[in-house]
């Protein structure tokens, strides 16, 4: 090695060995640490405050300025102004939830834990709607990348997860599957692989106990059938509608939902129940409970007032297609009259031989 060689090696070593002597000293306290962390945190509970308002604020001004425009041209720029502002607040989620999903693997904070599990849940229930929208195409339907493809791996872990769940702690699930006439499960080709397994959950959850529609093995009904599916999901709609309301009846006034919240506000901000369809859960509630007798009273108390609200089609609703064809049907007056023969009809094809008991009903 040269002399200018040897004398720049020395001199590196003496920087390296200078700056390791700098962080070490610059190296703060414990008091320090706790101060600055302190601090940090209130400046950034203080700027996400002013971020959720800006965004809020943001947001219901590109929804204004849409209804502004009048000429073609406005319209355009309007337009791409509002996809900078969605496509500015899809990077920033992106961003912020990458990093608070990192710290949730990390932290002992059931705060952040909470948010993140209720945050999961609540993108599961808004997935079918955002599913509908975002599948415009079948390209790449062959590979890895397809949406196909993430979601039913998504599933596929999912409803192992759930099975392994149930089978270690059944009491976190036995209120939801006592509900239910069915569970998830993974399904094979070959039955013996998971027929014995589904016997022995549905026994250790008591699934079906307190469901409204009969779940008896020897049940003749089908839900292939548009009316019967129909009927189906609007009595599962209500179990969900009754426990909300029956938890935010009886739910502590000190820790009322938000201050000057009627009932009503309630149930739609926490609980996701329409306005216009509140009416007809408050009423369903007081109906006796589903036999093949009640069958009509539920039909005129509860399912029809419920697609009247829902404002369905009667003549138009792909669920009522075998039902417009009939010849009595002429008007919408008359469809509605057939529809409602059919919905008692199911109803008292799915009713049960007996009478569930809710702590609800």
Request: charged residues 30%; positive net charge; aromatic residues 10%.
């Amino acid at each position: 090695m040269t002399t200018r060689g040897k004398k720049a090696g020395r001199h590196l070593q003496v920087s390296a060995s200078s700056n390791n002597h700098v962080r070490k000293k610059a190296l703060p306290s414990f008091e320090q640490s706790w101060t600055l962390i302190e601090q940090s945190c209130k400046r950034l509970a203080s700027r996400v405050s002013t971020l959720a308002e800006e965004v809020y604020r943001l947001g219901i001004l590109s929804e204004e300025i849409e209804r502004l425009c009048v000429a073609e041209n406005e319209k355009t720029k309007c337009r791409q102004l509002v996809e900078k502002f969605d496509e500015t607040l899809a990077l920033m989620a992106r961003n912020l939830t990458t990093f608070i999903h990192i710290r949730a693997d990390k932290t002992r904070s059931t705060e952040l834990l909470g948010h993140v599990y209720g945050e999961t849940l609540g993108n599961l229930e808004r997935f079918a709607s955002v599913w509908r929208r975002f599948i415009i195409s079948d390209q790449d339907a062959n590979s890895s990348d397809s949406p196909g493809f993430g979601l039913l791996t998504a599933l596929t872990e999912a409803v192992r997860l759930f099975e392994r769940e149930c089978e270690q702690r059944p009491q976190l699930f036995r209120y939801w599957a006592q509900e239910q006439p069915y569970l998830p499960m993974l399904v094979f080709r070959n039955k013996a692989a998971y027929r014995k397994r589904f016997a022995r959950l549905a026994d250790t959850l008591e699934l079906g106990r307190r469901c409204p529609i009969n779940v008896s093995p020897r049940a003749n009904y089908s839900l292939e059938t548009p009316i019967n599916a129909k009927v189906f999901a609007v009595l599962m709609d209500f179990l969900v509608a009754r426990d909300w309301i029956a938890f935010a009846r009886n739910g502590d006034p000190k820790s009322a939902w938000r201050k000057g919240a009627t009932l009503a506000d309630q149930l739609v901000e926490q609980a996701g129940l329409r306005l216009e369809l509140q009416p007809v859960y408050f009423a369903a509630c007081e109906l006796p409970p589903l036999t093949k007798a009640t069958a009509p009273r539920w039909a005129d108390g509860y399912v029809m007032p419920y697609f009247d609200a829902d404002k369905i089609d009667y003549l138009n609703a792909p669920e009522f297609q075998t039902i417009r064809r009939r010849k009595r049907v002429k008007s919408f007056g008359t469809a509605r009259a057939e529809v409602r023969k059919d919905v008692i009809r199911a109803l008292r094809g799915m009713a049960r031989p007996d009478v569930p008991n809710h702590p609800h009903s």
